[in-house]
């Protein structure tokens, strides 16, 4: 119950660090799972972002990891124990998807002598799939904010280099001016 509601929760969180924090501790706490760990897809690979437990954990594992390749060509969890994984033999991945892009993994431990029933799974799968909808919102928002500074910034340098041609334009028409009453002077002088 705890946990389907901090799924439904999960889109209202505004920071993306701090909906990583909240996720991984809430299933450690909800499931029970001995370690529960958070990797995002970046350009090396899937880095290590968050961990909670005392299991050894790769910082970064390839893109092309076997459990990552499943992962991006189904939509379901993939059991660590039966797909070999930079990740280990042990527990479950879990996709965070946002159309059709794999964004990270979450993954979550085998509790010892028991397995996560089928409904667990899904539970966490749901709550996988919400976070990974919400982290996509505030990266993309991050990014939007990010372009919009941007476009201001291009703006306000587009105003100056107009400023500047406005000035240069009327420095060369004064210039243009006193030079052609110079002429003129001169041409009196001469006569």
Same mark, same amino acid.
């Given at each position: 119950?705890?946990?389907?509601?901090?799924?439904?929760?999960?889109?209202?969180?505004?920071?993306?660090?701090?909906? /990583?924090?909240? %996720?991984?501790?809430?299933?450690?706490?909800?499931?029970?799972?001995?370690?529960?760990? #958070?990797?995002?897809?970046?350009?090396?690979?899937?880095?290590?972002?968050?961990?909670?437990? *005392?299991?050894?954990?790769?910082?970064?594992?390839?893109?092309?990891?076997?459990?990552?390749?499943?992962?991006?060509?189904?939509?379901?969890?993939?059991?660590?124990?039966?797909?070999?994984?930079?990740?280990?033999?042990?527990?479950?991945? #879990?996709?965070?998807?946002?159309?059709?892009?794999?964004?990270?993994?979450?993954?979550?431990?085998?509790?010892?002598?028991?397995?996560?029933?089928?409904?667990?799974?899904?539970?966490?799968?749901?709550?996988?799939?919400?976070?990974?909808?919400?982290?996509?919102?505030?990266?993309?928002?991050?990014?939007?904010?990010?372009?919009?500074?941007?476009?201001?910034?291009?703006?306000?340098?587009?105003?100056?280099?107009?400023?500047?041609?406005?000035? /240069?334009?009327?420095?060369?028409?004064? *210039?243009?001016?006193?030079?052609?009453?110079?002429?003129?002077?001169?041409? %009196?002088?001469?006569?």
């Amino acid at each position: 119950m705890a946990l389907r509601r901090f799924a439904s929760e999960s889109a209202f969180v505004t920071q993306p660090e701090t909906l /990583l924090d909240l %996720t991984v501790d809430q299933v450690h706490l909800h499931v029970g799972a001995p370690w529960v760990a #958070f990797y995002e897809h970046t350009s090396e690979g899937y880095t290590r972002l968050r961990h909670r437990g *005392n299991q050894e954990l790769p910082q970064s594992v390839a893109a092309d990891d076997l459990a990552l390749v499943k992962l991006r060509a189904r939509d379901s969890e993939v059991d660590l124990h039966e797909a070999p994984s930079g990740l280990g033999r042990d527990g479950y991945a #879990f996709p965070l998807r946002a159309r059709d892009h794999l964004l990270g993994v979450l993954l979550v431990g085998p509790r010892p002598g028991e397995h996560y029933a089928a409904e667990e799974r899904q539970l966490i799968a749901h709550v996988a799939h919400a976070v990974g909808a919400s982290l996509f919102a505030l990266r993309a928002g991050v990014t939007e904010e990010q372009l919009s500074a941007a476009r201001a910034k291009a703006l306000a340098s587009e105003e100056r280099a107009q400023a500047s041609k406005a000035l /240069l334009d009327e420095a060369r028409a004064h *210039n243009a001016t006193l030079l052609e009453l110079l002429r003129a002077r001169g041409a %009196t002088v001469e006569s």
